[in-house]
């Protein structure tokens, strides 16, 4: 069993639809949270970062942490085009990024 | 501001090769990790390098062996290049006990 795990999709979304990403895990020891946004041939961006559980909003971006579940997930609200990419969850038990464990990636289209 | 920078951008190596990748950190950062990421699969973590010293290591062997200079930058080297070691190589960096880390845009290796 992987440590994490995230659909890899695909998933096709009209412009404009809110779109729900998930990963799910299974080390209690994670507390950092991570989401990257990944371009072909491109290095990950990162887009948002959560300590702990709760909940971080950031314009169109909303990151979720539930760690009683060990379920993360990031809404995109207004989905445009250029959002379309490959979204990567990390997670880490330590501080100074030390080994970010990544979900496989769940490749995303917003259709105009 | 210089975000992280690697070189080459690509590479093709014939298997049994040796390789060099390199990385300059986002400025003011003192520590840089190295991953792997395979075609359709998550970064996975090779090691972490923190005041010259490899701090953490994943589960790859010791033909993988990195170095970090005193102006923070670093290489990751690979011997006995095998077919299976193709893949996008990627850095990243972050603030000493800081967890948000900053990638770069890869090095993309193919080995023949």
């Known amino acids: 069993q992987k440590e994490v795990e995230q659909d890899p999709g695909p998933l096709s979304v009209p412009e404009g639809a809110i779109v729900s990403l998930n990963c799910t895990y299974s080390n209690s020891a994670f507390q950092y949270f991570m989401w990257y946004r990944q371009y072909s041939r491109k290095g990950p961006e990162l887009l948002m970062y959560?300590?702990?559980?709760g909940n971080k909003e950031d314009g169109r971006f909303t990151a979720q942490v539930d760690k009683s579940s060990k379920y993360i997930s990031l809404f995109i609200r207004d989905s445009q085009p250029s959002d379309s990419a490959t979204y990567l969850c990390?997670?880490?038990?330590?501080?100074?990024?030390?080994?970010?464990?990544f979900g496989q990636g769940t490749r995303l289209t917003i259709n105009p | 501001d210089a975000g992280v920078t690697q070189s080459p951008t690509h590479l093709i190596k014939t298997r049994g090769q040796q390789v060099t990748l390199r990385c300059s950190p986002k400025s003011g950062h003192d520590t840089v990790s190295w991953y792997q990421q395979a075609l359709g699969q998550g970064p996975q973590f090779i090691f972490q390098y923190y005041e010259e010293e490899e701090r953490q290591r994943g589960n790859f062997p010791d033909r993988f062996s990195g170095h970090q200079f005193p102006n923070y930058s670093s290489e990751l080297n690979v011997n006995a290049l095998l077919l299976g070691d193709s893949a996008l190589y990627l850095c990243?960096?972050?603030?000493?006990?800081?967890?948000?880390?900053?990638f770069g845009q890869g090095t993309r290796l193919t080995v023949v």
């Open positions: 959560t300590y702990s559980s």
């Open positions: 990243a960096s972050n603030p000493g006990q800081g967890t948000e880390a900053f």
């Open positions: 990390a997670m880490s038990a330590d501080q100074g990024a030390q080994k970010l464990v």
